[in-house]
T-cell receptor
Framework: KAGVTQTPRYLIKTRGQQVTLSCSPISGHRSVSWYQQTPGQGLQFLFEYFSETQRNKGNFPGRFSGRQFSNSRSEMNVSTLELGDSALYLC?????????????FGPGTRLTVL | EDKVVQSPLSLVVHEGDTVTLNCSYE??????LLWYKQEKKAPTFLFMLTSSGIEKKSGRLSSILDKKELFSILNITATQTGDSAIYLCAVEPKNAGGTSYGKLTFGQGTILTVHP
């Protein structure tokens, strides 16, 4: 069974630009969560999508947004990039959070903002 | 706000040693605690501990959960160089509906280095 895939793997942008990251969950997994990982803050929850609906959101500014498609694939968008947005962005999928299910992580997208 | 504190932050051992990694947590409504191993890529799942499953073992790795004292430990016996990684502990809260809606709160991680 294929794991969680994320594209692109690496991205370099300049301040003020916007970026879209993509995540394809494991087949059959309906929940997708996004995290930001930095050396100073560790892994921080961004948001979660289930059946195309955002059900939970972390403490990030509105510049961070996302969506989920009917095939459970998810995208996250960051507008007006800032230097502090440089991080590893990880997505994780879960079959159904109603039951106890661990989250399986993708390889991440390394975003560098210059 | 949910909080996870791991200790030690880093640990250097030699092959064959046994290590114990600690994770203490504060969470409003506990649902589960998870351990992950992260090398230079995505965190990979190790264990999930819940109220109904407070002890897990897989090969040289084992973990226990103390819900009363709000901590968990991850033990690795007979360490190997391939165990070198960051070990992450995370807690999953539950809301009124009984689920967490995807949110895991992670600790800072323990960097384990195993020398040959």
């Amino acid at each position: 069974k294929a794991g969680v895939t994320q594209t692109p793997r690496y991205l370099i942008k300049t301040r003020g630009q916007q970026v879209t990251l993509s995540c394809s969950p494991i087949s059959g997994h309906r929940s997708v969560s996004w995290y930001q990982q930095t050396p100073g803050q560790g892994l921080q929850f961004l948001f979660e999508y289930f059946s195309e609906t955002q059900r939970n959101k972390g403490n990030f500014p509105g510049r961070f947004s996302g969506r989920q498609f009917s095939n459970s694939r998810s995208e996250m968008n960051v507008s007006t990039l800032e230097l502090g947005d440089s991080a590893l962005y990880l997505c994780a999928s879960t079959r159904d959070p109603q039951i106890y299910n661990e989250q399986f992580f993708g390889p991440g997208t390394r975003l560098t903002v210059l | 706000e949910d909080k996870v504190v791991q200790s030690p932050l880093s640990l250097v051992v030699h092959e064959g040693d046994t290590v114990t990694l600690n994770c203490s947590y504060e969470v409003t409504n506990f649902r589960s605690l998870l351990w992950y191993k992260q090398e230079k890529k995505a965190p990979t799942f190790l264990f999930m501990l819940t109220s109904s499953g407070i002890e897990k073992k897989s090969g040289r790795l084992s973990s226990i959960l103390d819900k009363k004292e709000l901590f968990s430990i991850l033990n690795i016996t007979a360490t190997q160089t391939g165990d070198s990684a960051i070990y992450l502990c995370a807690v999953e809260p539950k809301n009124a509906g009984g689920t967490s809606y995807g949110k895991l709160t992670f600790g800072q991680g323990t960097i384990l280095t195993v020398h040959p």
